[in-house]
């Protein structure tokens, strides 16, 4: 028997309104893990190049890992991924919680839905069976509504749902999956995805238990990596703060993004910082399945922007995409802007960078009050940015628009508007200022995904001789490193390090969990897979998957005509930065190329075409892949 896993996925073709199930054998699960990993595997395997992301054609997969829903902390989460309306690239996004773990419980590793249903649907699970059940009294609903709803008609309140809410009904190509009305999948438009096929939510229940090859093993490595985890760099701040607290340090380093990147630092940062939630609207800590950090947030604000514990509280992203980003500072406005996101199904993200695109646009004269439906949107608005996320989310009048993304906006309102449309191949960018941090920089550009925040850890980290950098050092990485240099030795820990949080995705591991930032080092990693699934693994065939699940996403983005010139950055990072330290935060525009050729090089993939080579496709075993163009 297979431990860890349980060697099912299901099938659901929504058009044929059947589900079946099929069994991988383990080399498969030894090779991909699960997660970002496995689910490229089907999408590769199965998925013809140049699918409409929102026809019935394209492969909806939700993913969980070998270990995942093991009791242990930051071991909660999935992936789910398809082809994204928002860049026609590889589209994928992870999510903590309690519905992974959920998933496994019920008795199976992940779910692959094809085809479009006729008429709203949800699809529920219940220990190792599933059902497509009408939905038509769901549609049009806010997540907690359809949430309710689906507990009450099942009759059980520990059922965990993850939906798509209305932003998802009506395809907003950056609308996200949301379970547990706070967790959220929230890049690439996964819940447009749903939403095109119908399918508002997907409810499970699990009374099942994940067997374990070394129980006792796991239960010791449970106990040491609990007692870690306050000694560790980050966990009792985010165990006080959450990721909020990343505010204030970004502001003091003159790297807050602000006023749509034009800035570094905003006079508005300490209202919205992690400590002024804390000492004011904060409900209470909350976290995901078995982990101890409880790094989320709860909030609670009453009057005109009102917003309740049952949708969290806004993470550092949204501060700052909702806050900074915008010139806003009234932290209870961005809470209301936050809980709306989750009502709707909206990426904060992608809603926040969209609306501080339109708000330059205005001040610089490209859009007027009768181009944004008579709403003044200028940076600093906060009934302006609440207003533009509900237009946003029902695409009505100026929101219509904005709901494109700032790529395809920008096309139709004119040229004039494109350097302060800042995205990466189509997807706005994370909340973090590549200027400062130039590994970002890299990762910003060289994600499958377009801009993602969480492809390496961040060069901030590694700038001393500390704990963080001692816990990276097995990678070979064992020099301090500026954030501001290029060259050799930051192409060399980029691309070991993103092997690592490429190697997280696959695992389910949450990147507040192990190293660099906390409790699980690198041996503790191989023990705790070794453990659960009694495979005689090792840090390097670990570390080769997540190699194996970087190019595996190189290789979805070669087949859907995505070319080299996609990994770059907008021009604006390549200016100096204002009201930070103009004189290091600034990317040379010539040295970034060469260092994404060395990348190329580094990772075996021709160093013109960023094509991965057959030599290494069969090093990673990936031979299969190399009849693609």
Request: contains cysteine; glycine residues 10%; negative net charge.
């Given at each position: 028997?297979?431990?860890?896993?349980?060697?099912?996925?299901?099938?659901?073709?929504?058009?044929?309104?059947?589900?079946?199930?099929?069994?991988?054998?383990?080399?498969?699960?030894?090779?991909?893990?699960?997660g970002?990993?496995?689910?490229l595997?089907?999408?590769?395997?199965?998925?013809?190049?140049?699918?409409?992301?929102l026809?019935?054609?394209?492969?909806?997969?939700?993913?969980?890992?070998?270990?995942?829903?093991?009791?242990?902390?930051?071991?909660?989460?999935?992936?789910?991924?398809?082809?994204?309306?928002?860049t026609g690239?590889?589209?994928?996004?992870?999510?903590g919680?309690?519905?992974?773990p959920?998933?496994?419980?019920?008795?199976?590793?992940?779910i692959?839905?094809?085809?479009?249903?006729?008429k709203?649907?949800y699809?529920?699970?219940?220990?190792?069976?599933?059902?497509?059940?009408?939905?038509s009294?769901?549609w049009?609903?806010?997540?907690?509504?359809?949430?309710?709803?689906?507990?009450?008609?099942?009759?059980?309140?520990?059922?965990?749902?993850?939906?798509c809410?209305?932003?998802?009904?009506?395809?907003?190509?950056?609308?996200?999956?949301?379970n547990?009305l706070?967790?959220?999948?929230?890049?690439?438009?996964?819940?447009?995805?749903m939403?095109?096929?119908?399918?508002?939510?997907?409810?499970?229940?699990?009374t099942?238990?994940?067997?374990?090859?070394?129980?006792?093993?796991?239960?010791?490595?449970?106990?040491?990596?609990?007692?870690?985890i306050?000694?560790?760099?980050?966990?009792?701040?985010?165990k006080?703060?959450?990721?909020?607290?990343?505010?204030?340090?970004?502001?003091?380093?003159?790297?807050?993004?602000?006023?749509?990147?034009?800035?570094?630092?905003?006079?508005?940062?300490?209202?919205?910082?992690?400590?002024?939630?804390?000492?004011?609207?904060?409900?209470?800590?909350?976290?995901?399945?078995?982990?101890?950090?409880?790094c989320?947030?709860?909030?609670?604000?009453?009057?005109k922007?009102?917003?309740t514990p049952?949708?969290?509280g806004?993470?550092?992203e949204?501060?700052g995409?909702?806050?900074?980003?915008?010139?806003?500072?009234?932290l209870?406005?961005?809470?209301?802007?936050?809980e709306?996101?989750?009502?709707?199904?909206?990426?904060?993200?992608?809603?926040g960078?969209?609306?501080?695109?339109?708000?330059e646009?205005?001040?610089?004269?490209?859009l007027?009050?009768?181009?944004?439906?008579?709403?003044?949107?200028?940076?600093?608005?906060?009934?302006?940015?609440?207003?533009?996320?509900?237009?946003?989310?029902?695409r009505?009048?100026?929101?219509?628009?904005?709901?494109?993304?700032?790529?395809?906006a920008s096309?139709?309102?004119?040229?004039?508007?494109?350097?302060?449309?800042?995205?990466?191949?189509?997807?706005?960018?994370?909340?973090?200022?590549?200027?400062?941090?130039?590994?970002?920089?890299?990762?910003?550009?060289?994600?499958?995904?377009?801009?993602?925040h969480?492809?390496?850890?961040?060069d901030?980290?590694?700038?001393?001789?500390n704990?963080?950098?001692?816990?990276?050092?097995?990678?070979g990485?064992?020099?301090?490193?500026?954030?501001?240099?290029?060259?050799?030795?930051?192409?060399?820990?980029f691309?070991?390090?993103?092997q690592?949080?490429?190697?997280?995705?696959?695992l389910?591991?949450?990147?507040?969990?192990?190293v660099?930032?906390?409790?699980?080092?690198?041996s503790m990693?191989?023990a705790?897979?070794?453990?659960?699934?009694?495979w005689n693994?090792?840090?390097?065939?670990?570390?080769?998957?997540?190699?194996?699940?970087?190019?595996?996403?190189?290789?979805?983005?070669?087949?859907?005509?995505?070319?080299?010139?996609?990994?770059?950055?907008?021009?604006?990072f390549?200016?100096p930065l204002?009201?930070?330290?103009?004189?290091?935060?600034?990317?040379?525009?010539?040295a970034?190329?060469?260092?994404?050729?060395?990348?190329?090089?580094?990772?075996?993939?021709?160093?013109?075409?960023?094509?991965?080579?057959?030599?290494?496709?069969?090093?990673l075993?990936?031979?299969w892949?190399?009849?693609y163009?």
């Amino acid at each position: 028997m297979p431990y860890g896993y349980n060697g099912r996925i299901l099938r659901v073709d929504l058009s044929e309104k059947t589900i079946s199930e099929e069994e991988p054998p383990e080399t498969v699960y030894r090779k991909y893990l699960g997660g970002s990993a496995l689910a490229l595997y089907h999408l590769l395997k199965e998925l013809k190049p140049g699918t409409d992301p929102l026809g019935p054609e394209n492969m909806l997969v939700f993913m969980s890992s070998v270990v995942s829903g093991v009791p242990m902390p930051g071991l909660t989460r999935f992936t789910v991924a398809a082809r994204s309306p928002l860049t026609g690239a590889f589209g994928e996004a992870e999510a903590g919680g309690f519905w992974g773990p959920e998933l496994k419980m019920a008795g199976f590793d992940g779910i692959i839905i094809t085809g479009r249903s006729e008429k709203p649907v949800y699809l529920w699970i219940k220990d190792g069976k599933g059902e497509i059940r009408d939905a038509s009294n769901l549609w049009g609903r806010d997540t907690g509504d359809v949430q309710r709803l689906i507990r009450e008609e099942l009759k059980d309140k520990h059922i965990r749902v993850a939906q798509c809410g209305q932003a998802g009904e009506h395809l907003v190509p950056y609308a996200c999956v949301l379970n547990e009305l706070k967790h959220a999948s929230g890049r690439t438009g996964m819940g447009a995805v749903m939403g095109s096929k119908n399918l508002r939510a997907v409810a499970v229940r699990g009374t099942g238990k994940i067997a374990t090859a070394q129980p006792e093993s796991v239960k010791k490595l449970t106990r040491v990596s609990v007692e870690r985890i306050p000694k560790t760099p980050l966990g009792n701040q985010l165990k006080r703060y959450g990721t909020p607290v990343f505010v204030m340090g970004l502001q003091q380093g003159g790297i807050l993004p602000t006023r749509n990147f034009q800035e570094g630092r905003f006079e508005g940062a300490e209202k919205i910082s992690g400590e002024t939630m804390t000492e004011t609207i904060l409900e209470g800590p909350k976290g995901c399945y078995s982990c101890p950090v409880r790094c989320k947030r709860s909030v609670k604000v009453g009057g005109k922007y009102s917003a309740t514990p049952e949708y969290g509280g806004p993470e550092y992203e949204t501060l700052g995409s909702l806050g900074s980003l915008c010139g806003i500072d009234d932290l209870a406005a961005i809470s209301h802007g936050n809980e709306i996101c989750n009502r709707w199904g909206l990426d904060t993200i992608s809603t926040g960078v969209c609306i501080a695109f339109a708000m330059e646009c205005t001040e610089r004269g490209i859009l007027t009050s009768q181009d944004t439906d008579g709403i003044d949107l200028r940076f600093g608005n906060a009934d302006a940015m609440i207003e533009m996320i509900r237009k946003i989310a029902f695409r009505e009048g100026f929101g219509d628009l904005l709901a494109e993304g700032v790529k395809r906006a920008s096309a139709k309102i004119g040229s004039e508007s494109e350097p302060y449309a800042l995205h990466v191949k189509g997807q706005e960018m994370a909340i973090h200022e590549p200027r400062g941090k130039f590994g970002v920089a890299l990762s910003f550009a060289l994600s499958p995904t377009g801009a993602d925040h969480i492809e390496v850890p961040h060069d901030t980290s590694f700038v001393a001789d500390n704990a963080l950098l001692e816990s990276i050092k097995p990678l070979g990485e064992i020099e301090p490193l500026s954030a501001t240099e290029l060259g050799p030795r930051k192409i060399s820990q980029f691309a070991h390090t993103q092997q690592v949080f490429s190697l997280y995705n696959s695992l389910g591991i949450c990147n507040f969990a192990a190293v660099p930032y906390s409790t699980y080092t690198f041996s503790m990693i191989t023990a705790l897979v070794e453990a659960v699934t009694g495979w005689n693994t090792s840090l390097f065939e670990l570390l080769e998957v997540g190699e194996r699940a970087a190019t595996m996403a190189r290789m979805f983005n070669v087949r859907e005509g995505i070319p080299a010139a996609a990994d770059s950055l907008p021009d604006r990072f390549f200016e100096p930065l204002h009201k930070g330290e103009s004189d290091e935060k600034r990317l040379d525009k010539k040295a970034f190329s060469e260092n994404l050729r060395l990348y190329y090089g580094a990772m075996g993939w021709d160093p013109e075409t960023a094509i991965p080579t057959d030599g290494r496709l069969a090093y990673l075993r990936l031979d299969w892949l190399t009849a693609y163009p």
